[in-house]
């Protein structure tokens, strides 16, 4: 069974910092495309951040150059690195994970979330 597990969200200013970490369970990290998507009020949810089975990263436009995607085989854990952040980047912030591809919103397996605040 595949569980996934969020932490480190919380309230920063904007131009702040944090790091995110989703620890996961059941996967096998060479077969998994691992994502971050974010969903703030009102809105639909969207990908973020996207780390392919092949190591290759993609990046909403939003948080290109601010944002970025990591792992740690040995921990199991899925990283999202944010810095310079602003107010829009408010949202709940979910961790997913699919076997073999990157299926955007279909993806098959989901965290509970963790909250983002940025005040200006």
């Known amino acids: 069974e595949v569980q996934l597990v969020e932490s480190g969200g919380g309230s920063v200013q904007a131009g702040g910092s944090l790091r995110l970490s989703c620890k996961a369970s059941?996967?096998?990290?060479?077969?998994?495309?691992m994502a971050w998507f974010r969903q703030a009020p009102g809105n639909e949810r969207e990908g973020v951040a996207y780390?392919?089975?092949?190591?290759?990263?993609t990046y909403a436009d939003s948080v290109k150059d601010r944002f970025t995607i990591s792992k740690d085989n040995a921990e199991n854990t899925l990283y999202l690195q944010m810095d310079s952040l602003k107010s829009e980047d408010t949202a709940t912030y979910f961790c997913?994970?699919?076997?073999?591809?990157?299926?955007?919103?279909?993806?098959?397996?989901w965290g509970q979330g963790t909250q983002v605040t940025v005040s200006s």
């Open positions: 997913a994970a699919d076997r073999w591809v990157c299926a955007g919103n279909s993806m098959r397996h």
């Open positions: 059941g996967i096998y990290w060479f077969e998994y495309c």
């Open positions: 780390l392919e089975s092949s190591g290759r990263t």
